[in-house]
């Protein structure tokens, strides 16, 4: 098996399991923006997981569904998108650089799940390269990258079109000097093979979730190409090792100590998504996960060091320092 | 009565109700910290309360306890603070420079009461100048001051103590140039009426609680030096006005419309401390007052958009947009 440096960040061990933020932190600031980036690294959490689209100019951009969605997307009036949601595939860099993602909106199915969102104004949907110039920066030299890729549902039989999303996302993340720091994460198990063709030097991260488990209010739906996990999720860790993953991602609810314990027999790390809740993230902690993927990435930590955990060597310190008092 | 042009930020204007973040945002960062300071800035939040006590060395420093509390302070070894928990005013700045201040013991009653805090490693304990320096950036200049001084519990009839502490803030924040930016803030009503007096230019907020509702925990007991309320709070909006206070600061679950009217016909500002809960936050709202002072600031936006309001007259344009439709 090749051996990833980058791997070590979302490995758990002695005393350490891994908080990785959803899309920044998306409980507390608006979801793949700079400033809940910002947010993010602020609290020493090191690991971001986040979205990327390309334009219609081919400009890799972070942002979760495929169309902009009306409910955390203003115009130049403050006005929540009207008319018919745009796909982001068929607008220009310049025409998404007109539009505020900095809110929620309340109303909405899915601003009502994140009440405690911070609704900020003249917020823009970041390019790639706006984040990867960021943690470039020395006081972020550590900072690693969950870089989800999010396959067209349009375009799932184009293998040009995978193939060019692809190398445009490797192509940018390597003029940044940032392999070495990136995981590249998919629901498509096709276009995670094509990012083990173009971009060998970047290890793989395989998501997963049964088809019992409903799509979430106000987002894309996640099942795009994977395989058939209707038997349930102890397969899904062969699966990925045989398709040459070294992370697998499964939904939360899925997950059991046995396909954890499996996963990790095969050398895979395994990260959950996306554990909200005190009682969730503490049993996601019992079950030996390696990281956790959360919109509260501050909960997270809260729940590590009440276990006696920390998510970095000197965090661990003080979970270690808690457990013996 | 003297107009201060710094009151206009507190004030409650058609379809704006303002929003103060409590020691920053305690819900979501560690409090009274540069860290929950520039968390705050960054959610759009530009009116800051935050606690100032005196060091032994006569330093202004950013914390809320006479004491350093076990729960929120660790040592060089990360431990939490070992032994006999200090005083402030018994240590002079480098002692403090020592200490982390950037999480929450989750284990303590009072760790417990904020769940989603993050925990920072390596925070320091900030001096008063160091907040007045980051607000004086340019992308700061709409950014004001709650300053609350904390009188010391020990010395309430010691007047020359009174008047050193309030010289010593003033200063501080004159040498600055924030005096048209700072409210003084107190529970202590004969520290006020020093504050009128050495420092004229800056409004004066009367805190008030009363006795039946008991002191939370974890944090100093409020009632310092003020008067006997024990007949109900609607006595209070005149004993501020008659005190020549600009601001008056109830604890929220005190305030009745009738005192919120009486207080705002007295030419008043109205500000609710600390105001934390939905519903509790809804009723704020509703009552009316000019100001909402809480650890999530971010909640408290969502339900002003919610109530069709802004905290700004550009956020107010957003919560109008929606109250139309």
Redesign the interface.
Known sequence: MVQYPQLEAFSAKEGVIRVIGHRGAR???PENTM?GF??TL???VRLLEFDVVMTKDNVPVITHNHHLTRSIV?DG????LPGEEPKVSDLDWADLAQLDVG?????SEYGLRF???????DVRIPKLSDLCRLITQPEYEDVHMMLEIKSDPDKLQDAAARSAIVTAVANEVRSFGLSERTLMHSFDWNLLAECKRIAPEMPTSFLTQLPDNAADAGEDHAITACPDLTTGTVIAPELVAQAGGSLWCPYFQDVTAEAVARAQDLGLRVAVWTVNE?EEIDQMIGLGVDAIVSD????V??RL??HGFGWSA??A??GT??AS?
Chains 1, 2 share one sequence.
């Open positions: 409980g507390i600031m400033e910002a947010f602020a609290c020493g203003r009036n403050d006005d929540w809110g929620l909106d309340g109303d009440p405690d969102q911070a609704f900020l104004c005190v509260y990435p501050g909960r930590q809260r060091l009440a000197r965090t310190v003080v320092l808690k008092t």
